[in-house]
Every structure is written in C-alpha cells, then in structure tokens.
C-alpha cells in the first residue's frame, strides 16, 4: 500500500470501454487505449496530478510497447475513491485515506487537463457519480501506478 502523498491509479490496457451514468454512456472510446481509474488522498496536490498525467501519456503497455503518446491512443479517465479504501481490519473498508470530493474533483480534473494539453484524447466519467464502467480488457494488462 502506498504512503500518503501517492496519487493512485488504476490503468488498463482495453480494446474498448465506456462508462454509463443513469443509463446514459458519458464517455466512452471505441478502440485500443487505456482505462484509468484515479484515486487522490489527503496530501495530493497538482504536482502529483502533472506527474501523474505525464506517466499515463508515455507509458509504453500498448501493443508493440507503444504509448498513448506514440500512437495518438485514446484514455477513459474515471475517478474513483474507492482506491484508497482499507479494508486490512475487518470486512467493511474505511475510506479515511481517500480525499474529500472538494480537493478530489479538482485534481483528477488536473488529471485530465494536463493529459490534453499533452495533446491526448480523454473521454470521462462524471466526478460522483453512480458510474457503471464496461470494458474489455487487452491482454489482459492491469497495473497499479503511485505517483
């Protein structure tokens, strides 16, 4: 588990995927990409969100070892603060580690932001939000970042 201080995501390699909020699809990306789900906790700021951005563009788990970067390929951002539950006692998780929604929302917004002004294309969830995520997962290739 990762220190305090670590912006954590989620990334997955994906052939396609969509996430659907009261049954209406609010982002989706229709060939190979990645899917990348954040989780912000109490001292993130948006040194980690630049970091992390930057590490989602140039990470090279595509086919052939290619990058977002490389190949123009898409990103399905979802946030999701269920990254920092911990559930090490008991079998109800506590969610203390993960940031309130007013310092959340606005770095995964960051998040997003930098990634296009790197020149990606990002599609989104909606910050809050009962989301239904759908995928296919490419390899399958999943890894946890800390940045």
């Not at 659907?20 to 990409?33: C, L």
């Not at 109800?92 to 940031?99: K, L, V, Y």
Request: glycine share 10%.
């Amino acid at each position: 588990m990762a220190e305090f201080g670590a912006m954590r995501a989620v990334v997955q390699r994906v052939s396609s995927a969509s996430v659907t909020v009261d049954g209406r699809v609010v982002g989706a990306i229709d060939e190979p990409g990645l899917l990348v789900l954040v989780g912000v906790t109490h001292t993130d700021g948006q040194p980690e969100a630049a970091r992390l951005a930057a590490k989602l563009w140039g990470l090279r788990i595509l086919h052939g070892e290619k990058s977002c970067s490389d190949v123009g390929a898409p990103l399905l951002v979802i946030s999701q603060f269920t990254l920092y539950g911990d559930a090490r006692r008991g079998r109800r998780p506590t969610w203390q580690a993960a940031a309130p929604g007013p310092v959340a929302e606005p770095l995964v917004e960051t998040v997003i932001a930098e990634l296009r002004t790197l020149g990606a294309r990002v599609e989104t969830g909606v910050f809050g939000a009962d989301m239904q995520v759908a995928l296919v997962n490419d390899g399958p290739i999943t890894l946890v970042l800390d940045v």
